[in-house]
T-cell receptor, first 108, second 113 residues
Framework: GQNIDQPTEMTATEGAIVQINCTYQ??????LFWYQQHAGEAPTFLSY????GLEEKGRFSSFLSRSKGYSYLLLKELQMKDSASYLC?????????FGGGTRVLVKP | EAGVAQSPRYKIIEKRQSVAFWCNPI?????LYWYQQILGQGPKLLIQ????????DSQLPKDRFSAERLKGVDSTLKIQPAKLEDSAVYLC???????????FGQGTRLTVV
């Protein structure tokens, strides 16, 4: 299977910036997704990268380097409601495989 | 557009009992996934269907878990007999194709006691 690695937990202050890194195996790569999951809820789509570079969507941006098997999700101007788990998911070989998720805690 | 529907939302059963979950994907989505998510972990793929054919079931414990997707639309996931370690949220998701954005249902929270 695909090994997808991301940190388990991160803590940041309201208004700050947090960067969540994700590494994956490059074989058969078709795209990289980021999902947000609040406690007790289903994952919801945040972003998708298939080409190298930065994709910006409001306060959230996602970066991809295909040669390095690396992506990050950047959360700017953190708000309390951003406290959630952030899941990195790789599309490869017609499948979607998730990492373990990074739990982000935003403190006042 | 209606989302992915799952039922039931919650289920409590005793170990060695059987349980079934139902999923209705978004209309027109050929790919349907069943994921198991244990508390504090990411979703783990159990089985993936493309229309009514199985694409991947390599992580499905086939001695106790089974799934079907008759007519390429609705799907059911069954556990028989259940074990304590099966306690988790079972998420159904669908997508147009296997490597496009997946849309998730609300999940079924299973507690095995």
């Amino acid at each position: 299977g695909q090994n997808i690695d991301q940190p388990t937990e991160m803590t940041a202050t309201e208004g700050a910036i947090v960067q969540i890194n994700c590494t994956y195996q490059t074989s058969g790569f078709n795209g990289l997704f980021w999902y947000q999951q609040h406690a007790g809820e289903a994952p919801t789509f945040l972003s998708y990268n298939v080409l190298d570079g930065l994709e910006e969507k409001g306060r959230f941006s996602s970066f991809l380097s295909r040669s390095k098997g690396y992506s990050y999700l950047l959360l700017k101007e953190l708000q309390m409601k951003d406290s959630a788990s952030y899941l990195c998911a790789q599309a490869a070989g017609n499948k979607l495989t998730f990492g373990g998720g990074t739990r982000v805690l935003v403190k006042p | 557009e209606a989302g992915v529907a799952q039922s039931p939302r919650y289920k409590i059963i005793e170990k060695r009992q059987s349980v079934a979950f139902w999923c209705n994907p978004i209309s027109g989505h050929a790919t349907l996934y069943w994921y198991q998510q244990i508390l504090g972990q990411g979703p783990k793929l159990l089985i993936q269907f493309q229309n009514n054919g199985v694409v991947d079931d390599s992580q499905l414990p086939k001695d106790r878990f089974s799934a079907e997707r008759l007519k390429g639309v609705d799907s059911t996931l069954k556990i028989q007999p259940a074990k304590l370690e099966d306690s988790a949220v079972y998420l159904c998701a669908s997508s147009l194709m296997g490597d496009t954005e997946a849309f998730f249902g609300q999940g079924t929270r299973l507690t095995v006691v």
